[in-house]
């Protein structure tokens, strides 16, 4: 069963930045599903280079 998230909800709990929130927990899920407990290598200062491959 799919559930449809209830946007008013996370903005009231999440009401500083709910966007940066969102993708913040989305970075998180994505590293949690493919076994990167560090999350991924990032670059600095680098165009079309910021993040390695996982």
């Known amino acids: ?3 449809k998230p209830d946007w008013n909800i996370f903005k009231a709990k999440f009401s ?14 994505f590293s949690k599903e493919y076994n990167q407990p560090y999350g991924i290598h990032r670059y600095t200062n680098h165009p079309a280079i910021e ?3 996982i």
């Not at 500083?16 to 899920?29: A, G, I, K, S």
């Open 1 to 3: 069963m799919l559930v």
């Open 16 to 29: 500083d930045n709910p966007e940066w929130t969102f993708e913040w927990f989305c970075y998180l899920l």
């Open 51 to 53: 993040t390695e491959p």
